[in-house]
């Protein structure tokens, strides 16, 4: 690791944990601040640390990026993977149709549709399901209860979370005569190479069409994709946020927590939304927005700071009427 | 359609596609002034269109209501419907005391309880749960890993997605000595007619008697309706939507997308409540809300709009301020 | 139940329903002062009531808590359990490795993996997933389709509702020249006992070390909690609540419905979190917040009074300024 030990280098480590549950035996790591006031407090016996500490009651290792250091020593480690490379499980109920890679394990329970592909190295857990004529790219990381319905395209290298929804039909209605008619949601679902899916995400199929999330692109947990988006490539989307319809959102985009994105409008390339906001127009590329409506952060930030001072604001424009109203000279 | 052909009636058209989306050999259609710009750029091989399009640079079928044109074609098309009429699959685990009709189809590994009963017309896809004693109306659609818990109630013609989790137990719980002792959820969960249930939406039960989706009501992704709600029918609940227990929502109202509403209010008919707002009161019918608290819509408006004036009108309060303290006389 | 009956003892009682719900011959109980006005509109055969209310047109039980009262009634009728005691089915899957307590009941399709341990009295609903080397502890009741990843503790008690996502990956990435580099999921959760994980919810496994629930803590439905969180004891946290990666709750804290905590902060004992509230600093313990970014409730409320002012205020300042550019004595 290029790193420079202070202190006792003959502790025997037997595992990687943070610096604040980290039990003696396991070697942990410092690179937040914030974290400082534990260096002298964990019970780990050996702690990774920026190059500006210089020592601490336990023996330190000075790198370059502490938090990279224990990547690299978890990945000698292996922490042990999710069973893979068993084949098809006999309890897997897999089209004859379909045209499943030699090395891809299907887990038991699964169910597999017809005319189905699913590429080479690719990894489908426990009791998912793949519906016709879905394809599956290289190498992809599908968990238990992962529902993918017909027609949807997912590239190489995707990782699919327990439970999340792919292709689900979009929510459309025309009324009639006060009645919600639904409109068939012809469309599909087409995902890029290297995205990962969070938990139970719902991401819509399109009405006609595609709705498409980019290559490299990471949506967490909870996430809500409407019928017919397009999300670029290389885009963060957080936990619990939603995106409503036909809405476009371009390259490195970053969509804050719980954050809210209204239908039918783009989103431009490295624009960043905050969290728990809720966007109702267009925004331009590397826009910084936050507040509901969101606007511009700094604009935000001085909105805010003012209603704090409002109550009081209030009151000194209520002096001022009465100030007014009855003159020093009337006194 | 009844429409008017301006340009070649002799393209070949092989699909249907949204105007930004569309190849060529494809039919598209123009029914939102917003995308007018991309008439002209369309790669499809023909447009339907509102009959105030004189022309393009494509072929044109001028149209009442382009939208309803393209969906009459999907129908025309039936885009391949998911697989039913198959039967009950062999691997499915089926309670000899249920009650199933004769046409209804049962996917691979899904599990239907003790004196369930599931009229004709069904489709219950793979990886569904029924529990015992629950009823399922004619023509109901059950996609993948549903889970309907024990003594629910769907009607005719309903729709639910996957992950939907329908009579899980609503969140009681009593305080005792600082411990939280739950409360039996004995009731159960009854949804009318028609009723579409979006992905991984969840619908508790009632601690006593039931929880009511009326008919004719679409529900969008990731709802949560708490116990012994009673929603009425025709509305719409939007992705992300929040209902707390014991609320009572009258016909025809539109929860907007993110929005929460607290437990034990009534909505009234044809209410709005507008995107990411909180209710925290009982709205009369028709009453249009917006915000958190959620207030009448156009005292919101106002509200915002002091809001973004507030940061400039601090300074000029402060201005004022001194302009009294030191009166234009004593400079 | 010791209490005093007013009207007629003879009213043969067939079931348990809430006031507005219930049906003749059957019980009710009014515990809640709105809904006062339903007493003499039900059509339950009888009503329990606090002490205070003297009389009804229906024969009434005056007890010290009607709602206790009704809650005793129901353990006595003992709405039917979910079907338990049944054995391993036989469509489970199980490893042979795995060590299952004899009375372990395991419902059709669930899948149990390598290593897993099951203790006494556990109810593994329909297809429940359990990963490699996980632990259920005594009498935990898992619903169908819940998926719990490898390597997670659950405590004696749990009851995990269908759908939950229990040890998914947590949401880290490094940015390496514009990418998103997937950082290993290498730790696990663990879950204390007497806890209830709603429908749907996430709880995300660490990055190293364990995402802690602590004991007698109750999470609703949609609950979102990052990796790394360690929640206390005898919380509640409610419907759509997210926790951000790394934040520290104590004990005895309650998260209102949809509020979102950001990451690394400690949220003190007692501490309540109002609904749809954001959280954005750390909290002293017993602290009462509000609003987003959320401050002191009686502070949010004078904010948000002050809001509702505000546009008549902002009329205020101009004629106050108007007044100042043309005082009296010019007219």
Redesign the interface.
């Known amino acids: 690791m290029g790193g420079t030990l202070v202190g006792d280098g003959a502790v025997r480590i037997t595992g990687?944990?943070?610096i604040?549950?980290?039990r003696q035996g396991e070697l942990?790591f410092l690179s937040?601040r914030?974290y400082n006031q534990f260096l002298d407090q964990t019970r780990a016996s050996a702690v990774l640390v920026t190059r500006d500490i210089a020592s601490s009651t336990r023996p330190i290792i000075q790198v370059d990026d502490p938090?990279?250091a224990?990547?690299a020593v978890?990945?000698l480690?292996d922490?042990?993977p999710?069973?893979s490379g068993a084949g098809i499980?006999s309890?897997a109920?897999v089209d004859p149709s379909a045209s499943i890679a030699d090395d891809v394990s299907i887990?038991?329970?699964s169910?597999i549709?017809?005319e189905v592909e699913i590429a080479k190295g690719g990894v489908i857990?426990?009791?998912a399901?793949i519906?016709?004529?879905s394809r599956i790219g290289a190498n992809a990381l599908i968990?238990?209860?992962v529902?993918i319905?017909?027609?949807i395209t997912i590239g190489e290298g995707c990782?699919i979370?327990?439970?999340a929804?792919i292709g689900?039909?979009g929510?459309g209605?025309?009324q009639v005569d006060?009645?919600?008619v639904?409109?068939?949601q012809?469309?599909t679902v087409r995902i890029g190479d290297d995205v990962?899916i969070?938990?139970?995400t719902?991401i819509?199929r399109?009405?006609?069409?595609?709705t498409v999330i980019g290559s490299?692109t990471?949506v967490?947990?909870?996430v809500?994709i409407?019928h017919?988006c397009e999300i670029g490539n290389?885009c963060?989307i957080?936990?619990?946020a939603?995106i409503?319809g036909s809405t476009i959102i371009a390259d490195?985009v970053v969509v804050g927590?719980?954050a809210?994105v209204?239908g039918?409008i783009e989103i431009g390339a490295g624009a960043m939304i905050g969290?728990?906001s809720?966007v109702t127009r267009s925004l331009r590329p590397g826009e910084i927005v936050f507040g509901?409506?969101a606007?511009e952060i700094e604009r935000s930030k001085?909105?805010?700071?003012?209603?704090?001072?409002?109550?009081d604001?209030?009151k000194?424009?209520r002096a001022?009427?009465q100030?007014?109203a009855k003159p020093e000279g009337d006194e």
């Open positions: 990687v944990n943070s604040r549950q980290a942990t937040d914030r938090y990279a224990v990547q978890l990945k480690d922490a042990q999710l069973e499980h309890t109920v887990g038991p329970h169910v549709g017809s857990h426990a009791g399901y519906g016709a004529a968990y238990p209860h529902t319905r017909e027609r990782i979370h327990p439970g929804v689900a039909d929510f209605f025309s006060g009645r919600h639904k409109i068939p012809a469309g990962e969070g938990a139970n719902a819509d399109a009405t006609f069409g595609e490299g990471k967490d947990n909870f809500q409407g017919n290389h963060i957080c936990g619990n939603g409503a490195h927590a719980g809210g209204i039918h969290g728990y809720g509901y409506p606007v001085r909105m805010h700071a003012a209603l704090r001072q409002l109550p604001a209030l000194r424009l001022l009427e100030h007014i």
